[in-house]
Nanobody, 115 residues
Framework: QVQLVESGGGLVQPGGSLKLSCAPS????????MGWYRQTPGKQRELVAA???????TYADSVKGRFTISRVTAENTVYLQMNSLKPEDTAVYYC?????????WGQGTQVTVSS
């Protein structure tokens, strides 16, 4: 069993920045594909950004150039740096980790972009 602890959400004004973090309960950041997803009420959870075990990153078109996913192996943590935030980025953000046949999700952290 793996727990994912997320932090960094909050309220920010349009154009502002936030940095989310996700730390697994086991040292898996360097060997497991991980990603950030988001969900708003009534909509399906959607991929925001992902990073493979080889370090290859992918992004949703809506966040390209604004968001950056990264990992720090020494900290066993994956980050999502979010810049130039827009009201439409408002959602609950979830961290995801894949390990073998298992998929683990964090508890979610609320990001609200509003003036």
């Amino acid at each position: 069993q793996v727990q994912l602890v997320e932090s960094g959400g909050g309220l920010v004004q349009p154009g502002g920045s936030l940095k989310l973090s996700c730390a697994p309960s086991r040292s898996l950041v360097s060997i497991a594909p991980m990603g950030w997803y988001r969900q708003t009420p009534g909509k399906q959870r959607e991929l925001v950004a992902a990073i493979t075990q080889g370090g290859i990153t992918t992004y949703a078109d809506s966040v390209k150039g604004r968001f950056t996913i990264s990992r720090v192996t020494a900290e066993n943590t994956v980050y999502l740096q979010m810049n130039s935030l827009k009201p439409e980025d408002t959602a609950v953000y979830y961290c995801k980790l894949e390990f073998g046949v298992y998929v683990y999700w964090g508890q979610g952290t609320q990001v609200t972009v509003s003036s």
